[in-house]
C-alpha cells in the first residue's frame, strides 16, 4: 500500500508540480511553500531587531507591554496578501505553520525573545472557529513556538464575545466592537510569565489591546510581548 501511495504521490506531483504560495512559480526541489526569490524578497519590517520599533510604539501607547515585532509589511493586492489570505479564509493553514517558523527563527535570532516562557495565540470566538474549521494564529504560534524552543499554550485566553470583523468595522468603533470580549481560561498559565501574543494582521491594535488589558487584569505579573505576522505601513503613520 506504501508502495502505491509513493506511486501516487509522485504522478500527482509531476501533475500538479507544488507553486510558490506567492508569486505562483514552482518550487524547486528542497524549497517548501515559498521559492527561494519570494523569500529574499519579501518585505521584511526588521522590527524584531528594534526595541523600539513603530509596531511597539502604537501598542505600547495603551498598555503596558514588552516587547512588539511585526514581520512582513502588508502590502495590498501583492502575492503576500494572498498568502496571508489563503491560510486566514481557503484553509491552507500549513502556510501559516511555515510563515511561523520563519518568524520564530527571526525572533530567536534578532535576540529581543530569548526570555519568553510561553506562546498564546490570539483566539477565535469558538462559533467563529467551527465555521472557519481552524483559528490560523495557533498555526502561527505553534510555528513560532516551534523555532523558539517553548510552549505554546491554547485555552489560557479566551474569546467569549462574537465580535464582527475589524477589518469590515469602522475605524472609529474598533475599540467599543472588542471592548470586554477577552477573558483568560488558565491564570496559572500566565501568571510570571513572560508571554508572546501571537495574530496574523495588525490594524488599529484595539483587538490585541482588549487581550493584553485581559491578561493583565488576571495574571498582574505576567509580562505581555507582541508578535504579529503583518501590518500596513498606512496603520503605522510611515505610508510611502
Not at 48 to 64: H, S
Not at 112 to 119: S, T
Not at 145 to 159: D, F, I, K, N, T
Not at 209 to 237: F, H, I, K, N, Y
Request: with cysteine; charged share 20%; proline share 5%.
Amino acid at each position: 500500500m506504501s508502495i502505491l501511495n509513493s506511486w501516487f504521490s509522485a504522478l500527482w506531483s509531476l501533475l500538479y508540480p507544488p507553486s510558490c504560495a506567492v508569486c505562483g512559480e514552482p518550487l524547486a526541489e528542497g524549497e517548501e511553500s515559498l521559492c527561494t526569490l519570494c523569500r529574499v524578497t519579501a518585505p521584511l519590517t526588521g522590527f524584531w531587531r528594534a526595541y523600539d520599533n513603530p509596531v511597539f510604539e502604537k501598542v505600547a501607547a495603551f498598555v503596558p507591554i514588552e516587547r512588539a515585532s511585526a514581520m512582513l509589511y502588508f502590502v495590498r493586492g501583492s502575492g503576500w496578501q494572498r498568502l496571508i489570505h489563503s491560510f486566514k479564509y481557503h484553509h491552507r493553514w500549513r502556510l501559516a505553520y511555515t510563515m511561523g517558523r520563519w518568524y520564530g527563527a527571526l525572533l530567536r535570532d534578532g535576540g529581543l525573545y530569548d526570555d519568553v516562557n510561553v506562546v498564546v495565540p490570539l483566539p477565535l470566538h469558538p462559533w467563529k472557529r467551527i465555521l472557519r474549521g481552524y483559528n490560523q494564529s495557533e498555526y502561527l504560534a505553534e510555528g513560532i513556538a516551534a523555532s523558539l524552543g517553548v510552549p505554546v499554550v491554547r485555552g489560557a485566553l479566551r474569546r467569549h464575545r462574537h465580535t464582527s470583523s475589524q477589518a469590515r468595522t469602522p475605524r472609529r468603533e474598533r475599540a467599543a466592537n472588542v471592548a470586554g470580549a477577552f477573558s483568560v481560561g488558565d491564570e496559572a498559565a500566565l501568571a510570571g510569565r513572560h508571554v508572546l501574543l501571537v495574530d496574523d494582521v495588525l490594524t488599529t491594535g484595539s483587538t490585541l489591546t482588549a487581550a493584553v488589558e485581559a491578561m493583565q487584569a488576571a495574571a498582574p505579573d505576567c509580562r505581555v510581548s507582541l508578535a504579529v505576522l503583518a501590518v500596513s505601513r498606512r496603520e503605522l503613520g510611515i505610508d510611502r
